[in-house]
């Protein structure tokens, strides 16, 4: 069964970094797309960054220049770097991942459990 594993949430202080990885697990034929979403509360879940296969990466704006997706296709990972963070980012991070797993013609969205990012002011 594939799935998703977050890591590396936790408390920081407004102005610090913290990485966030995710790696992929199960019996996978391909991994297309993979991104970062987060939800603050009360708020909807919303796109933070992607990155395709090949690499070519997409941030939305209020994160651009701050946070850095990359990619380990050998070892099904990706991994959100995030710098000079605000209070505003405080959020759940869920990782995200176009996948076809090995005994499967599809390829269906699969979504990790969620990590925890507070930034305190």
């Known amino acids: 069964q594939v799935q998703l594993v977050e890591s590396g949430g936790g408390l920081v202080q407004a102005g610090g970094s913290l990485n966030l990885s995710c790696a992929a697990s199960?019996?996978?034929?391909?991994?297309?797309?993979m991104g970062w979403y987060r939800q603050a509360p009360g708020k909807q879940r919303e796109l933070v960054a992607s990155i395709t296969r090949g690499g070519r990466t997409n941030y939305v704006d209020f994160v651009k220049g701050r946070f850095t997706i990359s990619r380990d296709n050998a070892k099904n990972t990706v991994t959100l770097q995030m710098s000079s963070l605000k209070p505003e980012d405080t959020a759940v991070y869920y990782c995200?991942?176009?996948?076809?797993?090995?005994?499967?013609?599809?390829?269906?969205?699969?979504w990790g459990q969620g990590t925890q990012v507070t930034v305190s002011s």
């Open positions: 199960g019996s996978i034929f391909g991994i297309n797309d």
């Open positions: 995200n991942a176009n996948i076809r797993p090995l005994f499967d013609l599809l390829w269906s969205i699969y």
